[in-house]
């Protein structure tokens, strides 16, 4: 279980996250919603240690995590997704991959775990070609290939649909799913199309003007009429 409380970070003299609260639990996927510049991605940020926070924590299973730097807040089961991917284009698709793998060492780290090409087999297809010479949506596989190949506790994601064919998204959709009913996993995803994050969402959170303005079960989602929350 991950869980924020009170989370608040400044650019300068604004107030970005204001108290923010948020509770992922394992086996779910949490959805995080709301309109541009509101401070879903800067929240990503200060969850992975890629900024820091003035006040507030991040405790996973029961660890605080806040003061650790980001590569151990992998060690101990955060992985992230960008927004824009940020794969390697020059490195083939199985050594993308790998480097996702880097925090284990030794002979686990030189092979990619079969499971994940079962995930996504247009990467066992394409593995030995450049990560540059994928497409937008093979490109948003091969990240969060590499995400897991971390073995995470928690999938942080950050609107993995964005620029992406709709039958890649509808794969991504499938393995998020797919994921989180695994049970062994929280995920967490920050979304702005809003038909797919109400599909996956087991709980979701809006954010407006950097705080927390409504959360609930995904499956209250239409009566509580969030599409309009976040519509822009």
């Known amino acids: 279980m991950l869980t924020i409380q009170g989370l608040n970070q400044y650019y300068g003299g604004s107030h970005i996250l204001r108290d923010?609260?948020?509770?992922?639990?394992?086996?779910?996927?949490?959805?995080?919603?709301?309109r541009n510049g509101v401070g879903k991605t800067t929240l990503l940020k200060c969850l992975m240690g890629q900024l820091p926070i003035k006040?507030?924590?991040?405790?996973?299973?029961?660890?605080q995590i806040q003061d650790y730097s980001p590569e151990r807040r992998v060690r101990e089961g955060l992985a992230y997704v960008p927004q824009g991917r940020e794969i390697f284009p020059t490195l083939?698709?199985?050594?993308?991959i790998l480097i996702g793998m880097a925090r284990f060492g030794g002979r686990k780290a030189g092979k990619v775990p079969e499971h994940l090409y079962e995930l996504f087999p247009v990467l066992k297809e394409m593995k030995h070609r450049r990560g540059?010479?994928?497409?937008?949506?093979?490109?948003?596989?091969?990240?969060?290939?590499?995400?897991?190949a971390a073995e995470p506790k928690v999938l942080i994601l950050d609107e993995p649909t964005e620029g992406i064919q709709p039958s890649i998204i509808k794969d991504i959709g499938r393995v998020i799913r797919m994921l989180a009913d695994r049970g062994d996993m929280a995920i967490v995803l920050v979304e702005q199309f809003y038909d797919f994050a109400e599909e996956l969402a087991d709980q979701y959170v809006v954010m407006a003007r950097g705080e927390v303005v409504d959360h609930g079960l995904g499956s209250d989602m239409a009566a509580k009429n969030v599409r309009e929350m976040v519509a822009i």
């Open 20 to 34: 923010v609260s948020i509770t992922a639990k394992t086996g779910e996927c949490t959805v995080i919603l709301g």
């Open 55 to 63: 006040s507030g924590s991040i405790t996973l299973n029961q660890r």
């Open 92 to 96: 083939t698709v199985e050594e993308n």
């Open 132 to 148: 540059g010479d994928l497409s937008g949506g093979q490109q948003q596989q091969l990240a969060i290939a590499r995400a897991l």
